[in-house]
């Protein structure tokens, strides 16, 4: 096992008397790309922000690169690059400005030259304009000044909330290309996300967090088996019942006049070969929302594999 | 420091805007006095049997009719709102801006203190009433030049060290409060030093609510006192530096401690 880059043990956060996260343990070793999915509200932002000191925990502990989060809280900054989920930045200033202002709180221990070559290369990745004044960015431009400010100072973790959100998919291409450069250069990546195919994609770890709890951590493989499709069929409703009826991985069937929509968790390949069986007059196969996978699958009985 | 140069940098504009305006209001003031001085006998007996509103503004104890008793009033309010009110703004913008534009959750993570964050945006309020000051006695010492009046310069001085010292201490319970609210409190700040100037016209006008001068800054920077005795009121301006100084271990106190809202 190589060694804990992050490791919270029962942090619990709430603000007031609203929850923000209960009792909350979490693992990311060294090198891992690490998915931290969940609803919006469950807590994965509160999680961040306490990880990277904005907000402290009610109770529990944290430790990052083996650091205590709270007491060395500026040399663990010197090694993370964080994307927040909504960048705002300092109005009436160019992004080039920001992205030396950010090099410049990084001089300690690294060469503000250094981290603007970096930069410069990034900006060019992302064709990011950089004599824009950050009033007149849009969301995907801010995101990707965020990238160049998290990424210029070479750190060896990165936490990236919700990272591709306003990117459109040809960045978001890029963006994970650079993730994956990085990674391969030995840093960590903690990134949180809605979208499961997106961690489904591009990490090999996951933890899945619902109001305030981690309900299941585990590699995303074994994750990906349980993960289930939306499908939608129109047809022969004979027929469609016919297949539903004896088709293992089967959930949340919902039959209307014409047509049946159902969750489907098992090998869908034996679904590609039954729909090709019968008549059907149109038909998806959509990724469920979120909701919908926790309902049916970690609902109830939650599963905790302590392996990660 | 690079905190520091951020927000002098991003201040200049208002800086710039409010010295010129203190200044040419001071300036044009100046210019009018050589008219007034002739007719000022009448004047200065018309403004000194205005009962309380004499008191309020401490034209009892100040003449009118001299460049000292002039400047005294006309310098009291206008630098003493004025220099009040940026003082107020430049303090509690100073943190809580960074939470109300969202820029705290960029600026905090990066490897930078709590305690270094409020000691530059600490720096930067403090330099910024440096330069208003030293703006202001310049334009007010070139204009006493232009309209050959010679005033007694250590009094001057030190009525404008008065002034300096009060803002200081405005600008830091504004920054102290700052480090408290969750959004930008600029209704706040503003509220907190026009009271503290009525607080003073109140200490003024009535011998029972004397007290009110031991508290609020416009106190110690009353120029009818400073410049009748030519000294500044140990008690009063002791208990405001004392002031300053519980405000700026607060900020530190309570900013290291702060969730930061986003």
């Known amino acids: 096992m190589s060694e804990a880059v992050i490791e919270a043990v029962n942090l619990t956060k709430y603000y007031g008397k609203s929850r923000g996260i209960i009792d909350l343990n979490l693992k990311v070793r060294e090198g891992d790309i690490f998915g931290f999915i969940g609803p919006n509200g469950a807590g994965k932002s509160t999680t961040i922000r306490i990880l990277l000191g904005l907000i402290s925990a009610t109770s529990g502990s944290g430790t990052v690169f083996g650091r205590d989060i709270v ?97 459109d998919p040809l960045m978001q291409k890029e963006f994970f290309s650079l993730i994956r450069e990085r990674n391969k250069e ?40 349980t993960s289930a499709k939306r499908v939608n069929l129109h047809g022969n409703m004979n027929d469609i019942k016919g297949i539903i009826n004896h088709m293992e991985g089967v959930k949340g069937i919902q039959i209307l006049q014409d047509s049946a929509a159902f969750l489907f968790g098992g090998d869908i390949n034996i679904l590609l070969k039954e729909l090709s069986g019968i008549r059907v007059s149109d038909v998806s196969i959509t990724e469920p929302d979120l909701d919908e996978i926790f309902m049916h699958y970690y609902g109830s009985g939650v599963k905790d594999n302590d392996n990660i | 420091m690079t905190i520091f140069k951020l927000d002098i940098k991003r201040g200049r504009i208002s800086l710039i805007v409010w010295t010129l305006a203190i200044s040419f209001m001071l300036f044009v003031c100046l210019m009018i006095f050589p008219q007034m001085k002739g007719q000022m006998n009448e004047i200065s007996d018309m403004y000194a049997s205005m009962g309380s509103f004499t008191k309020a503004f401490g034209m009892d104890s100040l003449n009118f009719g001299e460049i000292m008793g002039f400047y005294g009033v006309e310098c009291g309010n206008i630098m003493g709102i004025g220099g009040a009110l940026f003082a107020a ?15 705290a959750e960029f600026l905090l993570t990066h490897p930078v203190s709590r305690i270094a964050v409020v000691k530059e945006k600490l720096f930067a309020v403090i330099f910024q009433l440096v330069i208003l000051n030293i703006a202001v006695v310049l334009v007010s010492l070139a204009s006493f030049a232009i309209i050959g009046e010679k005033p007694d310069i250590e009094a001057v001085l030190l009525l404008h060290f008065a002034y300096f010292i009060m803002q200081v201490e405005i600008g830091f319970v504004c920054f102290a409060v700052s480090a408290f609210i969750k959004r930008g409190g600029l209704g706040i700040g503003i509220g907190f030093a026009a009271i503290m100037y009525f607080f003073n016209i109140i200490g003024n006008i009535s011998e029972d609510a004397e007290f009110l001068k ?9 120029a009818s006192d400073i410049i009748s005795v030519n000294e500044l009121d140990g008690i009063k301006i002791s208990i405001g530096i004392g002031v300053t100084a519980a405000a700026v271990i607060l900020a530190f106190y309570r900013y290291s401690k702060k969730d930061i809202n986003i």
């Open chain 2, 89 to 103: 703004l430049i303090g509690i913008s100073a943190l809580a801006n960074e939470e109300k534009n969202h820029t």
């Open chain 1, 186 to 225: 030995g840093a960590t990546i903690f990134l949180s996300s809605h979208i499961l195919s997106e961690i489904q994609r591009y990490c090999n770890y996951a933890a899945i967090i619902r109001e305030g709890k981690i309900i299941v951590r585990d590699s995303v493989e074994a994750l990906s088996k």
């Open chain 2, 214 to 222: 031991y508290i609020t800054p416009f106190g110690y920077a009353e």
């Open chain 1, 71 to 167: 007491k060395d809280k500026e040399r663990i900054l010197e090694d993370i690059g964080y994307m927040p989920s909504e960048a705002m930045f300092y109005s009436g200033m160019k992004v080039w400005d920001i992205i030396k202002f950010s090099a410049e709180l990084h001089k300690k221990h690294r060469a503000v030259e250094d981290s603007l070559r970096e930069a410069r290369d990034i900006c060019e990745r992302l064709e990011l304009d950089t004599s824009k004044k950050s009033d007149e960015l849009s969301l995907g431009n801010r995101k990707k000044v965020s990238v160049v400010c998290a990424m210029q100072h070479k750190p060896k973790l990165y936490i990236l909330d919700e990272p591709t959100s306003g990117l």
